[in-house]
Each structure stands twice: as C-alpha cells, then as structure tokens.
C-alpha cells in the first residue's frame, strides 16, 4: 500500500487529519522534528488505528446523548416486538399461551419497561418516539422474525456495552449500573431467541448456539458481528486478543478460537449501531 | 472512548502507546508470564479465612474466585455426568466450561498485571448440591450463572479504574447468556423470568444486582476455606 498516497487522500476528506493524528498520538508528537508524514510512513501498522481512533465514532458526548440513543434503540425493539405480536404472518406460531408468545411477550415487556426507564431518567429532555418502524419483510416468516429478533437483540447487548465506559467517565454511578442491568437482560433475551432458532418451529438450526460463536451471523447481517469503530476498541465478535493476549494460546493452554470468541461479546460505536439498524428499518 | 482500555489495561505498567503497541504487546505478554512466577501469596486475615485484597485488585480477586467456582463446577459435573443429561446437554455444558476457563485464567493474568496477590487453586465443594441427576445439575448450574450475572452487575461501577470496565462488560453478557440457558433447560421460556428481572414497578426490566457481602455469604458456602471481602470498597 502507498501510504502517503493514503494520507493525501484522507487531507482530502479530512483537512485537519494531520493535525488531529498528532494531538491525539503522543508518539507521533514526540517524533516532532521528524516530518509527520515521515513519522507515519515509519510506522505503517499504526496508521489504520491511528486513523481510527483520531475519527472515533462513538461520536455521543453527553449522558443524555447516550440515553436517547437507548431510548431510540428501545422503542426500535418494543416495536419490532408489538408488530410481531399483531403480525397475521406470525400468528400460527405465537398462538396464544404458546412458550413462543410467552417469550417473545416477556421480552416486549421488558423492552416497555426499559423504554419508561430511560424515559423517566431523560425527563423533558427524552426524544419523541419516531411516527414509524418499518421492518420490511421482517415478519414474513417465523423464521426471518426470529433471525430479526437475534439481529436486534445482539446488536443491543453490543451497543450497551460500547457505552459503559462513556457513561463511566462522564461521572454517572447511577446511570452506569442501570445500563449495566439493562444490558444483561438484553444478553439473555439474545441468547433465547438464538436458543428459539434451534427449535423445529424455526427450522432446527441446532448450529446456533446461544452465545456468539466466531463471527457468524446465521442469517442476520454480517454488520452485526462486525467490527465497530475504532476496531481496536470495538473488534468484531470473532476476536481471540482480550488485553494484549491472544488467548487461543496465551493463556498456557491451548483453547479453540470458537470457545474464545464465544466466551466474550464485543461492544459496539453508537455510529456503526445506527448504520446497522437503518440497514434492515426505516425509521 | 478514546483509547483502548483494553490495551491500556495490560499495558499500562509499560508506558506505551501509539505505534509502539505491537512491541509493548510482546512486552506486556512476557512480563506476564515472568509476573505469574512471582506472585506472593495473599497473607491469610485471620487462622483460617483468606482476604480478597483491597481496592481493584480485590475486586479483581473477587471476580476471578467466581469464575473458579463456576469452572470447578462444571469440571466436576462434566466429570461424573448425571446418566439422564443428553449429549445435548453435555455439549452445552462443555462449552459454557470452556468459556469460564478461559475468563479464569485471564483474570489470572490481569490480577499478575496489577500487581495484586492471588487466590489461586481455591479448593470447592458441591457436596451440598445434589449432582446426580439432571435437573439437579442444571437447577445448580442456574444458581451459580443467576449468582455471578448479580456480581458483576454490582461490581463493576465499584472499580475506580474504568479500563476494567469494558472488559468485565465483555464477560458478563456472557454469563447471562448462560444464565439463559441454564433457565430455559430446566424451565422452557424462563431465560428472564421475575426470579431475575424485576416484572414490575419502578426497577421493572432490570436484572437484580447483588452486593460484593451478598454473594460473598453465597460464594463461602461452597469454599473449603473461606474468603473476606471486608476491605474491598463497597460504594
């Protein structure tokens, strides 16, 4: 790769790039009477981070952005939800007092009580429920709804937890372990919906597991399992590398990369979540 | 977020950032290594109760004695498997230990990082549980994910340093992933049912948290010799 002409073009897109790269990377400052381009050309692996990180996407800056960006993430999956209960298409296997309406009224619940939370957290600064969700063929089939289902809750356990530590350091204790709680019944709505798609209602797909095995996405889309930005703070759901450590062999044994991937859910920037949702709902 | 808690994490002690990463996390991977040979002992508290440690490093000890039990449970059940568990259930089982191994001895790694002492090798015993059917182990098994899903919950806004954050955010998704599962085999639908997710008022759709003492009376029930968690921070 040619990295200057990499650089040219990101001055292009970007003019202040240059100056972004060496406020935010202190090596690169600290190579100061070296020319910058020369710095970077030096170092070829750090430019896609560095780029990465001077753009980060987690582009939300106060508590009550990161609430109303839940908020719209809530009243997207309590939609979804209310729809597929009403939904004709849906109606022979959500029949009434089936374990399936039961779950998937359980988790409509839920997302409701979670819509009031961060309602009644955001006071008069919540913003209104968008006019409409439109999930296009969601609900044609039981399981197109189901692998919509996996879709949002994953990409829900992911977006919460790309916020934690926003939420850390803008000093709200309160609103951090709420989130956090959130956040775990997300992940269990997710892996009952994946544990549902094993079902012979659903097409026994007994390859699903309830937790997120490498980056496979059974159907959803790729997005949703892919890395966020930064990549390096938001790696995609096939990551082996926790702290520095690659724990397939770091650890002093030998692991599969399936059971390592699986054994962590990786966050998600609010920017690559957004672009997620309104790839399959307009809204 | 601005920088990779995560890389910071472990590579703080170096100093390092930006394009040194690549070396620093070769460095960082060999002080590891040389760190977990000379760990000291944490000093019992009393003849025969072992302290957690204090600050983060305790609440790192914390969490890394969970994931023991839970990895010293499923080893023993996967072990003796009860005759009425299907390969089904094996298999699940197999993997949800594969994944508290690795959580283990990660934490392992990173408590040898900050510098803390560890409980390494605790001993356990099951023998209050009965084991020897499936419902028992599955029933045992939802306790425990139920139990540290509530820890890490209440744990995590206890850290003062918030590069440990993200990565126990990373964990306890997981762990209730399991907990899910747990439920829905012995009960079909019951993956967030009321005995772990408020059903109503004004905490409705929150999962339950416990505090460190909490689960601290529930982890020492099935220790040989117990631990203390009185320094740890608490607020």
């Known amino acids: ?283 | 977020m601005s920088d990779s808690v995560v890389t910071k994490f472990l590579t703080r002690s170096l100093h390092r950032r930006s394009f040194f990463r690549i070396g620093g996390a070769v460095a960082a991977a060999t002080t590891l290594t040389l760190a977990g040979c000379g760990d000291d002992p944490v000093a019992p508290t009393g003849s025969s109760v072992l302290s957690l440690g204090q600050a983060d490093a305790g609440l790192l000890n914390y969490i890394y004695v969970l994931e023991q039990l839970e990895a010293a449970f499923y080893q023993q059940v996967l072990a003796a498997a009860p005759a009425d568990m299907s390969t089904e259930d094996k298999d699940l089982l197999t993997q949800i230990y594969q994944h508290e191994v690795v959580h283990r001895e990660l934490l392992l790694q990173a408590l040898s990082v900050a510098g803390a002492g560890v409980l390494s090798n605790l001993e356990f015993t099951f023998a209050s549980l009965s084991l020897s059917s499936r419902s028992g182990v599955l029933t045992a098994a939802r306790m425990f994910e139920d139990l540290i899903v509530a820890a890490y919950n209440g744990a995590a806004p206890l850290f003062a340093d918030g590069t440990y954050l993200l990565l126990l955010g990373k964990i306890v998704s997981v762990e209730a992933r399991h907990a899910a599962l747990m439920h829905d085999l012995l009960q079909p639908g019951s993956f967030a049912d009321n005995s772990v997710v408020e059903a109503s008022g004004t905490f409705a759709g929150l999962e339950r948290t416990l505090t460190v003492a909490e689960v601290i009376t529930e982890l020492n029930k099935y220790l040989v010799i117990k631990v203390s968690a009185d320094n740890l921070p608490t607020a």
């Open chain 1, 1 to 283: 790769m040619n990295l200057f002409n990499i650089i040219s073009e990101l001055e292009k897109v970007d003019p202040e790039i240059m100056d972004r790269l060496s406020h935010r990377r202190s090596a690169l400052s600290a190579l100061g009477s070296l020319g910058k381009k020369m710095a970077l050309a030096a170092a070829p692996i750090a430019i896609g981070s560095a780029f990465n990180k001077a753009v980060g996407q987690n582009t939300l800056n106060t508590a009550n952005e990161v609430l109303n960006y839940a908020l719209l993430l809530e009243y997207l999956e309590e939609d979804f939800y209310a729809q597929a209960l009403a939904a004709p298409t849906l109606a022979a296997n959500l029949t009434s007092g089936s374990a399936a309406r039961g779950a998937i009224q359980t988790i409509k619940n839920h997302e409701t009580a979670h819509v009031n939370l961060l309602k009644a957290a955001l006071g008069t600064n919540a913003n209104p429920r968008p006019a409409s969700f439109d999930f296009g063929n969601a609900f044609l089939t039981y399981p197109t709804f189901l692998t919509f289902a996996q879709a949002f809750e994953d990409t829900g356990v992911r977006a919460y937890k790309g916020q934690a530590t926003k939420i850390q350091s803008a000093n709200q204790p309160a609103i951090l372990q709420t989130a956090l709680q959130i956040h775990s019944v997300e992940a269990r709505h997710a892996a009952h919906i994946r544990y549902m798609r094993r079902g012979a209602a659903a097409g026994g797909q007994s390859n699903i597991m309830p937790w997120v095995v490498g980056k496979e996405a059974n159907g959803a889309p790729d997005a949703v399992y892919g890395a966020g930005n930064p990549a390096a703070t938001f790696p995609a759901e096939d990551n082996i590398t926790q702290a520095t450590l690659t724990l397939t062999t770091g650890l002093g044994a030998t692991y599969t990369a399936a059971d390592v991937s699986a054994a962590f859910d990786e966050g998600l920037d609010n920017t690559t979540v957004t672009t997620i949702a309104r790839s399959v709902v307009t809204f």
